[in-house]
């Protein structure tokens, strides 16, 4: 099956009732499980939970609108059978929660230079009034380097990264151009 583009999602109840109202009624779903990195991917080749094999070609579309839990990638309609919904489902992973009070600025600056230092991505957390809280996924030389950080808190958890709480998306895309009168002017050294 090659999927190219994401059809809806399955958590938004207005697009499962007309995908049910499609396929004329019940279905059952297969999910093609995740790993974080792989949501912004433009190419996937995996294996769904049925043992279907599943080819996602999404193309720079994945860099602005990456896949999330519950979107559907497409569907197996054969004749007789109950249609068959093939869904992503973004796998838990591994993460360091990384826990600033908001008054600690300097804190949580030299944090969030760290991950960056690291070129980790770093997610946004569920923050409050009091603290701001960021995930990057875990890495032992980072975990160590956050933990020396005054005021910091660095902690492990497992939890989804999903693509859509990531700060950094992608580097800027620079566009350079010369002016129509830029010369290189090469000055010749006087011989001493």
Avoid: Y
Avoid at 44 to 58: N, Q, T
Avoid at 110 to 122: Q, R, S
Avoid at 154 to 173: E, G, I, M, Y
């Amino acid at each position: 099956m090659l999927c190219t583009h994401i059809e809806g999602n399955l958590n938004d109840p207005s697009f499962e009732l007309a995908l049910r109202r499609r396929l004329g009624g019940a279905f059952t779903t297969d999910e093609v499980l995740l790993d974080w990195d792989e949501c912004r991917r433009r190419v996937i080749r995996k294996v769904s939970e049925a043992g279907r094999d599943v080819g996602i070609r999404l193309g720079d579309a994945a860099l602005d609108q990456p896949l999330t839990d519950g979107d559907v990638l497409g569907c197996v309609e054969d004749v007789g059978e109950v249609p068959i919904v093939v869904v992503a489902r973004p796998r838990r992973a591994e993460a360091l929660l990384i826990e600033c009070d908001r008054m600690e600025l300097l804190a949580l600056a030299h944090a969030c230079w760290e991950v960056g230092n690291m070129h980790a991505p770093l997610f946004r957390g569920d923050s409050d009034e009091h603290t701001v809280r960021l995930l990057a996924p875990a890495m032992p030389v980072l975990d160590r380097m956050l933990a020396g950080i005054p005021g910091v808190r660095v902690s492990k958890t497992v939890c989804p990264l999903p693509a859509d709480r990531r700060f950094s998306t992608r580097a800027v895309q620079a566009t350079v151009e010369l002016a129509s009168d830029f010369k290189i002017v090469q000055k010749k050294g006087t011989a001493s």
